[in-house]
C-alpha cells in the first residue's frame, strides 16, 4: 500500500495509463481518470470501483487549456487535493505525417507536438497550481526514441522531439520547484505493447528488432512494467529522487543490434 491517502491524477484511459490507474488504486492510492475517451474513462474508473478502489473520471481534450483547466478542477474537487500526476496522454504523429524530417510538412510536426507536449504542459501546470503545501510528485512518460533512435523502424522525428521536449522540461521544472518540495520525473519505455503501439506489434520484423533489442522482455514490455516504475516515483520510496528520466526498456539502450 505505498499510495496509501495519495491522490493520483492518471492522464488516458488505456495503454500504459490504464495499468498506471489499476497499480495506483492497488496500491491505495485514490485515482482521477483525464482522457478524450468517455467510454474508456468511465469503465476504467468503474472497474477500479469495483476492486475496491477510490475512483473518478471526466472527460477531457487536453489540448484544449479551457478543457484540461475544467477537467482538473472537478479532479481537484473529487481527490480533495492532489498529491501527484501520471502524465501519459499523447498519440502517434503517424496519422498527421510524421516522418523523416525531409518528408514531412509542417502541419504533421505541429500536429504531432501539439498532441504530445499540450497535454503534458497542461497536465502538468494544473497539478502544480493544485498540489498542496506538503508537496508531491510528477511523473510524466517521454520515450527511449528521444535519445535512442532507431531510424530503420521509427523515423517519426517529431514524435521523437516532443519525447525529447518531456525530457528538458523535466529537468527544468525539477530545479525550480525543488524547493516547494515538488519532484518531477520522466519514464521513457521501450518498445511497449498498448493500442498505440498495434501498427508495430503487427510487423513481424519490428517483433523480431524488439526480441533483440530488448532481451529482458524478449520482446514487447508490458505496461504494467511501466505502472510499476511509477508507482515507485509517485510514492515516498522515491522522496529524494528528481529531475530524472527512467529507461524502462528492457535493455534497448544498452543493447547492440
Do not use: C
Not at 490507474?21 to 482522457?35: L, M, P
Not at 473520471?57 to 501527484?84: K, P, R
Not at 500526476?85 to 504533421?108: C, I, K, N, Q, W
Not at 516532443?162 to 528538458?168: E, I, Q, R, T
Request: hydrophobic share 45%; no cysteine; net charge negative.
Amino acid at each position: 500500500m505505498r499510495l496509501a491517502d495519495k491522490s493520483i491524477v492518471v492522464t488516458g484511459a488505456t495503454g500504459i495509463a490504464a495499468a498506471g490507474a489499476r497499480k495506483v488504486a492497488r496500491e491505495g492510492g485514490k485515482v482521477f481518470v483525464i482522457s478524450l475517451n468517455e467510454d474508456e474513462s468511465r469503465s476504467l474508473a468503474l472497474e477500479l470501483e469495483v476492486e475496491g478502489g477510490a475512483a473518478g473520471y471526466e472527460t477531457a481534450d487536453l489540448t484544449v487549456e479551457a478543457e484540461a483547466d475544467h477537467a482538473f478542477a472537478a479532479a481537484d474537487s473529487f481527490l480533495g487535493g492532489i498529491d501527484g500526476l501520471f502524465a501519459v496522454a499523447g498519440a502517434s504523429g503517424r496519422r498527421y505525417g510524421d516522418g523523416p524530417t525531409h518528408e514531412m510538412t509542417l502541419e504533421a510536426w505541429e500536429k504531432t507536438l501539439q498532441a504530445n507536449a499540450n497535454p503534458m504542459f497542461l497536465a502538468v501546470r494544473n497539478t502544480i497550481r493544485l498540489i498542496g503545501d506538503s508537496g508531491g510528485s510528477v511523473v510524466v512518460v517521454s520515450s527511449v526514441l528521444a535519445t535512442r533512435p532507431v531510424p530503420s523502424f521509427f523515423a517519426t522525428h517529431a514524435y521523437a522531439a516532443s519525447k525529447g521536449a518531456a525530457n528538458a522540461y523535466v529537468k527544468s521544472l525539477a530545479a525550480h520547484y525543488a524547493k516547494a518540495r515538488i519532484r518531477v520525473n520522466a519514464i521513457a519505455p521501450g518498445l511497449v505493447r498498448t493500442p498505440m503501439s498495434e501498427r508495430a506489434a503487427g510487423d513481424p520484423e519490428t517483433v523480431a528488432y524488439a526480441t533483440q533489442k530488448q532481451p529482458l522482455a524478449g520482446g514487447f514490455l508490458n505496461a504494467e512494467d511501466i505502472a510499476s516504475a511509477a508507482v515507485f516515483l509517485l510514492s515516498d520510496e522515491s522522496s529524494q529522487i528528481t529531475g530524472q528520466v527512467l529507461a524502462v526498456d528492457g535493455g534497448w539502450s544498452v543493447t547492440e543490434t
